[in-house]
Nanobody, 127 residues
Framework: QVQLAESGGGLVQAGGSLRLSCLVSGRTFSNYGMGWFRQAPGKEREFVAAINWSGSSTKYADSVKGRFTISKDNAKNTVYLQMNSLKPEDTAVYYC????????????????????YGQGTQVTVSS
């Protein structure tokens, strides 16, 4: 059974930083790409960042490019999202996800590429 558990969310002032973590179990983590998505109240879930299975390629939404960094530590079965220069519009529940197929070379930027999601962690940025 595949399980994902996010942590690291919280309340931060605009301009601050947070690092989200997502621990994955039940799947050979090193073989799969990972993604982060977010959902604000009343809005659709949107893509934030993705990393391919080897960690050699990443992709970001335009809204977070240059501020967020995704990385994965295969030894710890964990994917991270470092978020800097946070803005009030980054406020949302953040979800990590695992790709549905192993060894995909390109990081995927749509929900169609993923099959399992965590329960989410709340990020609130105050102005």
């Amino acid at each position: 059974q595949v399980q994902l558990a996010e942590s690291g969310g919280g309340l931060v002032q605009a301009g601050g930083s947070l690092r989200l973590s997502c621990l994955v179990s039940g799947r050979t983590f090193s073989n799969y790409g990972m993604g982060w998505f977010r959902q604000a109240p009343g809005k659709e879930r949107e893509f934030v960042a993705a990393i391919n299975w080897s960690g050699s390629s990443t992709k970001y939404a335009d809204s977070v490019k240059g501020r967020f960094t995704i990385s994965k530590d295969n030894a710890k079965n964990t994917v991270y999202l470092q978020m800097n220069s946070l803005k009030p519009e980054d406020t949302a529940v953040y979800y990590c996800s695992t790709a549905h197929t192993p060894f995909i070379a390109a990081p995927m930027a749509t929900v169609l590429g993923y099959d399992y999601y965590g329960q989410g962690t709340q990020v609130t940025v105050s102005s």
